[in-house]
T-cell receptor, first 113, second 117 residues
Framework: NAGVTQTPKFRVLKTGQSMTLLCAQD?????MYWYRQDPGMGLRLIHYSVGEGTTAKGEVPDGYNVSRLKKQNFLLGLESAAPSQTSVYFC????????????FGPGTRLLVL | GENVEQHPSTLSVQEGDSAVIKCTYS??????FPWYKQELGKGPQLIID?????GEKKDQRIAVTLNKTAKHFSLHITETQPEDSAVYFC????????????????FGQGTILTVHP
């Protein structure tokens, strides 16, 4: 089992460009999450999904969109990147409502110039 | 919504000493409190967790205590080793609460722990 994987590992964007971050898990988990990590602010929830075809907003959703077309994949999109979106992005997953432990991916470092 | 405060932001200890990191939470309905360790360039990994029906939990050199009345919980690492050096995060959630909790975690700001040989 690879667990939770994220692609790409690192990306540099110019302001206004778009990109999609991919999260994949092979644990058949129901719930998936996208966080951003900024110095001194911990991890903040961007969007989450409780099953295939569902998405919901987290704490800091503005400027991001997500999709969960397949149970194993959760995509995070930036339509028009801004320097404020420079961050490290982490994906996580949980088995379902009766599960508690979130398993994290290795992260994607994004720099927006 | 839930707010989790974590202190200190940095902690430096000598190998063999103990380290204590403290967190407070605001939502009395929170019932699950995990601690994550993040090594450089990696994602957070769960090291220990505690539920609201338990006051203390130990796993070898790591222990967590919870005071529901005061709404704070702490991580204790004894006999620290250089490989304990990492960023540690506390978190809180309303696990298995039904409704719209969905296992969402609220994280503290993180503590950079450095263990000097």
């Amino acid at each position: 089992n690879a667990g939770v994987t994220q692609t790409p590992k690192f990306r540099v964007l110019k302001t206004g460009q778009s990109m999609t971050l991919l999260c994949a898990q092979d644990m058949n988990h129901e719930y998936m999450y996208w966080y951003r990590q900024d110095p001194g602010m911990g991890l903040r929830l961007i969007h989450y999904s409780v099953g295939e075809g569902t998405t919901a907003k987290g704490e800091v959703p503005d400027g991001y969109n997500v999709s969960r077309l397949k149970k194993q994949n959760f995509l995070l999109g930036l339509e028009s990147a801004a320097p404020s979106q420079t961050s490290v992005y982490f994906c996580a997953s949980i088995g379902g409502m009766r599960q508690e432990t979130q398993y994290f991916g290795p992260g994607t470092r994004l720099l927006v110039l | 919504g839930e707010n989790v405060e974590q202190h200190p932001s940095t902690l430096s200890v000598q190998e063999g000493d103990s380290a204590v990191i403290k967190c407070t939470y605001s939502d009395s309905a929170s019932n699950y409190f995990p601690w994550y360790k993040q090594e450089l360039g990696k994602g957070p990994q769960l090291i220990i967790d505690i539920r609201s029906n338990v006051g203390e939990k130990k796993d070898q050199r790591i222990a967590v205590t919870l005071n529901k009345t005061a709404k704070h919980f702490s991580l204790h690492i004894t006999e620290t080793q250089p490989e304990d050096s990492a960023v540690y995060f506390c978190a809180a959630s309303k696990a298995n609460a039904g409704g719209t909790s969905y296992g969402k975690l609220t994280f503290g700001q993180g503590t950079i722990l450095t263990v000097h040989p």
